[in-house]
């Protein structure tokens, strides 16, 4: 039997309190603020919206704005939330705003069915919009206690195009080539090129260079090889 996209959100939210429910709910908006660009989030945010009941979405707006005055302005919210008591108090708000009747504190495993995949759907909407609340406003990430975390991967990758840089310098410097400083720039920017590339296609961002989503990054991974392999055809007359 097929399993539709609905049948599989309805075991999301028992399985989110199981696997992350003591986990601190400001980590979980940290995550979307790492992975996700502003657009992206306003995306998914506008997809989850398009899968509430019709009724329903006329009060989203409202809904927004609810947990941005109820939750988002609360420092002891974000300071002791697991994601536990962040369902419960978004649910709360829900049942206020959208005049639902969901058992608060949540009962995962008395929730009915059809409960679990409208709850799910409001909860993620309501994350969504913390963290695009944070894009790009580092006073509101100190307030709800997110630290950016360093991307050591990206940044350690980055050894890449400037390893070949100095290695292609050392071999035009030992030739008495006139322009190795301008070929090793020009390798250099074209292997970031390929650096970028390979990390747009396969995670979507590079994070040391904020970028989050793939199209910036193949964005930019196309103007480095651009510009390097230009730089080393001139040094090369």
Not at 84 to 103: H, M, P, Q, Y
Request: charged content about 15%; overall charge positive; aromatic content about 10%.
């Amino acid at each position: 039997m097929r399993t539709t996209q609905s049948d599989e959100r309805s075991t999301w939210l028992p399985q989110f309190l199981r696997n992350s429910g003591e986990r601190p709910f400001r980590e979980l908006v940290g995550h979307h603020l790492e992975r996700q660009s502003a657009t992206q989030l306003r995306r998914a945010a506008s997809w989850e919206t398009s899968q509430l009941p019709g009724s329903l979405q006329p009060l989203v707006v409202k809904y927004v704005d609810d947990l941005n005055a109820q939750l988002l302005v609360r420092r002891d919210f974000w300071q002791t939330s697991t994601c536990r008591d962040a369902v419960n108090a978004i649910l709360g708000v829900c049942n206020e705003t959208f005049g639902l009747s969901f058992k608060v504190p949540v009962d995962d495993a008395k929730m009915p069915v059809a409960g679990h995949d409208l709850a799910f759907a409001l909860i993620q909407l309501a994350t969504l919009n913390f963290a695009y609340n944070a894009v790009g406003q580092p006073t509101v990430r100190e307030f709800m206690g997110i630290r950016r975390k360093f991307p050591w991967p990206s940044t350690v990758a980055l050894l890449y195009p400037f390893v070949a840089g100095i290695s292609i310098y050392q071999e035009a410097a030992a030739n008495a080539h006139p322009s190795s400083g301008l070929t090793a720039l020009g390798y250099g920017l074209a292997n970031l090129g390929y650096l970028l590339a390979a990390s747009g296609l396969l995670f979507g961002r590079f994070g040391a260079f904020r970028l989050r989503s793939r199209r910036a990054t193949l964005g930019v991974a196309l103007a480095a090889f651009l510009v390097g392999t230009l730089i080393t055809n001139l040094s090369f007359p």
